[in-house]
């Protein structure tokens, strides 16, 4: 007999998409497996009793701390802070029962696993994506479900019995709170389950999804008690952002032969230092075999990332020069007396302090410290937030380049040559390429490994991005430094005696 | 490639480095049931994973209904019934909600899953049981299900690893004629075992896979040819006490007891022979008691082929 496959149309994330009945062909495996999933959790009693608890009975104890909570703060007059409880217990109200969505997605594949009932599953006629967002939905339904109920039983009883008029607007974006984190939560927690042995390794590995939830959720506390609204809209957006990665990187790492082949997580130091090692050394034999080969190679590898990257340095630079634009400098008031009272003090005492000769060591090590914490952001949320710290300092390079024209009547190619190019022409090279490595190492965990583990395949990235960072970013930023200490400042000085000051600009 | 339920050739499967298959050439005609033996960790399990398209190859081909595992994996999954090592059931369902599940996983119609689900829950001898819940079933009943949910689907090519293991004599027995009664013209089945009875009772072919390569295939009839000259035993009704008959030169003693003595027939002369040196040993007064074959067993060729490291299995 024959068998139809569910293979051909293929959903989402750069797959070929499918339309119509190809779409509901596709998605009905997909729904089968959510619904067995779902069923066989309704039948646990493990994971239903938290989930009847955390729904039904925590909202209205929630609801009657809240109202017991202002009984107590009306006696001192401080309604303000007690009403900011009320949305603050609906968010927390509606976290709860997500918080067991991380317990289930934690064991959807390692538990599968453990119990061996995921070969016949890997053996049936399923794509890799099929399963996998079988497995999502399926983690995801009760909590959120438990979620909505909450969130609806304690508005409502808030409304009955305390008189509460919430915002609907605020019920919306906490409504959407909900489900993004329960969405961040159970993706990451997926991610987490395909690449685990067993069990008890996915609990352990938990607290990379636990602590950053937790948090955020701090944050958004504070929001809620600053009555921030708006940010939470913000908020809903990043965690969307993020979760469509998270499933993005499951997809890319879900492997069949990795559910099947590992059997241990052991840590293997070696190993790991030997995948990392051979990345760096690309088998060069010596220094000048290792730039002309790996490092050239990196290279070419990197001129998408590096290209976007010297594109947003750009847009920030741009942003930057276009913020301040409305805002009302004042001009800074040149008479001559002024001025040459001005070309006296610089022509004896040189620059002003912010602009005198500084240890190079110092500079090169600031550079360095702050780059490495844009990589470490940007390794965390995928390169984009490494990005975004990279744009900074351009937005304030234009930023300045608009307040010296205002305030100084500095034209911008002396801004320019003045005080950016001589040791920014090395050391935005360097920044774009660091840009660009960075983007290209936090983009790795959501690309496909082709046939590696996920840690082998980031242990590759991490020595591919080392090869350009040793090779490259550091050198530059040593140079850039030295011209930035010994250059740039004599530089700034010509400009200001004979530009600024002698009215060259 | 059409008349082969599975054809293999130079497969191959690497581990961090670690070749757990080196290079397996098979080929499976339909209507044909091939034991694959060998002991553990000679590769059976990852070998039968790469024929489900579960596991890609590293290197090599394999077809398997006429779809190769490299190119359509999804044709493959959807054309083989697997019996996976692990029997892989979910113990707060029905038979009848598992066999459902799967039956729409491989999407068969309403009215052919419930003609399935039926038939093969009553071949199992599974249906008085079939709304109880898996987790109270016994082993032999959890296999049995299992094999139901590999054929439910009415696959050309089944494949079965370790059907029997950890199962009673006469759990093992009865899943052991359900294979036998599996066999069919249109079906090509492996079953992957340690049990070398079970091979050579189920199987047309056997093949012993060793440190990951096919080391030898044949009927059960061609492998114990394998040991040479057949072995023949004399038994006589009082002791040797040391001494052995006058015998032929072409006779070659192999074994000596208190009352017997084995022999081969050297090479040239054959055991059409026996009558005369039975009237030979009768002449000289021998009280002979029996002459017949020593039966010989699969077990001396798998020993032969893996040698002691793999006698564990």
Redesign the interface.
């Known amino acids: 007999?024959t068998?139809?496959?569910?293979?051909r149309p293929r959903l989402h994330f750069g797959l070929r998409a499918p339309r119509g009945q190809a779409i509901r062909d596709w998605l009905r495996?997909v729904m089968?497996?959510a619904r067995?999933e779902v069923r066989?959790q309704l039948?646990?009693w493990r994971i239903l009793t938290p989930l009847v608890v955390l729904t039904l009975f925590f909202p209205l104890l929630a609801n009657f701390t809240a109202r017991r909570m202002v009984a107590y703060m009306e006696r001192f007059n401080a309604v303000l802070i007690a009403e900011r409880l009320f949305p603050f217990l609906l968010l927390v109200v509606g976290f709860f029962p997500v918080s067991i969505s991380l317990v289930v997605a934690l064991e959807s594949f390692a538990g599968e696993r453990e119990r061996?009932?995921?070969?016949?599953?890997?053996?049936?006629?399923?794509?890799d994506a099929q399963l996998y967002l079988g497995k999502l939905l399926a983690v995801l339904f009760l909590p959120l479900l438990g979620s909505y109920l909450g969130l609806g039983s304690y508005t409502l009883t808030m409304m009955l019995r305390a008189g509460w008029r919430p915002d609907p607007l605020l019920l919306f974006v906490v409504w959407l709170l909900s489900t993004v984190q329960a969405l961040v939560m159970v993706s990451g927690a997926v991610v987490v389950s395909t690449q685990a042995t067993s069990v008890r390794g996915a609990n352990l590995l938990a607290s990379t999804i636990i602590i950053p939830i937790a948090l955020l959720l701090q944050w958004e506390s504070l929001l809620i008690f600053w009555r921030q609204f708006e940010i939470l809209w913000t908020v809903v957006a990043g965690l969307l952002v993020v979760s469509v990665l998270l499933v993005r990187m499951g997809l890319a790492h879900f492997s069949?032969?990795g559910l099947?082949?590992r059997d241990l997580d052991l840590l293997d130091v070696r190993w790991m230092a030997r995948t990392y090692w051979q990345a760096l050394t690309g088998g060069a034999s010596s220094l000048r075999a290792w730039y002309r080969g790996p490092l050239r190679e990196s290279l070419r590898a990197l001129r998408g990332p590096a290209l976007l990257a010297a594109l947003l340095a750009l847009l920030a630079f741009v942003v930057g020069a276009w913020l301040v634009q409305p805002y009302p400098w004042p001009e800074v008031d040149l008479t001559p007396e002024r001025l040459e009272r001005l070309r006296g003090t610089v022509a004896l005492q040189g620059l002003p302090a912010a602009l005198q000769i500084q240890n190079p060591w110092g500079i090169w090590w600031h550079n360095v410290r702050a780059m490495l914490l844009m990589a470490l952001l940007g390794v965390l949320s995928f390169g984009v937030v490494g990005l975004f710290y990279l744009m900074l300092p351009f937005g304030i390079l234009g930023a300045g380049m608009v307040l010296a024209q205002r305030t100084l009547h500095l034209a911008p190619w002396w801004y320019l040559l003045g005080f950016v190019l001589p040791h920014g022409s090395v050391e935005i090279p360097a920044i774009v390429l660091f840009g660009g490595a960075t983007l290209r190492l936090g983009a790795a965990l959501a690309t496909p490994a082709r046939?590696k583990t996920l840690g082998a395949f980031w242990l590759q990235a991490l020595g591919e991005w080392s090869r350009v960072i040793v090779g490259l970013v550091l050198p530059l930023l040593l140079l850039a430094a030295l011209l930035e200490a010994y250059v740039a400042p004599r530089v700034a000085q010509w400009v200001l005696l004979h530009v600024v000051i002698g009215g060259g600009g | 490639m059409n008349e082969w339920g599975i054809l293999a050739q130079g497969l191959g499967k690497q581990f961090d480095g670690f070749w757990a298959v080196r290079q397996v050439d098979l080929h499976v005609p339909y209507g044909e049931v091939l034991a694959l033996l060998g002991p553990n960790g000679a590769g059976k399990t990852t070998t039968l994973r790469m024929l489900t398209a579960v596991l890609t190859p590293t290197r090599g081909r394999a077809w398997v209904a006429g779809y190769s595992v490299r190119h359509h994996p999804q044709r493959v999954r959807a054309a083989v019934g697997v019996l996976t090592e692990q029997h892989g059931l979910y113990k707060r369902m029905t038979a009848v909600e598992y066999l459902r599940f799967f039956g729409q996983l491989y999407d068969l119609d309403a009215a052919r899953l419930q003609r399935q689900v039926d038939k093969w829950l009553q071949f199992f001898d599974l249906w008085p049981l079939r709304e109880r819940r898996i987790g109270g079933y016994s082993k032999g009943m959890r296999q049995k299900l299992a094999l139901a949910r590999a054929l439910l689907h009415e696959p050309r090519v089944l494949l079965l690893d370790e059907p029997t293991s950890a199962m009673d004599p006469a759990s093992a027995h009865r899943v052991r004629a359900a294979i036998r009664e599996l066999r069919s013209a249109d079906r090509a089945i492996v079953v992957c075992t340690h049990n070398l009875t079970e091979a050579e009772q189920i199987a047309d072919r056997i093949a012993i896979l060793h440190r990951g390569r096919i080391a030898l295939v044949g009927t059960p009839a061609d492998l114990k040819a394998r040991l040479g000259e057949p072995e023949f035993e004399v038994v006589l009704a009082r002791p040797l006490n040391g001494t052995l008959p006058d015998l032929p030169p072409l006779v070659q003693v192999t074994r000596v007891g208190t009352d017997r003595f084995r022999f081969r027939w050297a090479r040239g002369a054959s055991q059409r022979l026996n009558p005369l040196l039975l009237r030979g040993l009768l002449t000289q007064g021998w009280p002979v008691v029996a002459l017949a074959p020593v039966p010989r067993s699969l077990e001396q060729v798998y020993l032969e082929v893996v040698g002691h490291d793999g006698a564990s299995a």
């Open positions: 007999m068998v139809r496959l569910h293979s495996p089968l497996l067995r066989d039948r646990d061996g009932t995921i070969e016949p599953l890997l053996a049936a006629p399923l794509t069949r032969e099947l082949g046939g």
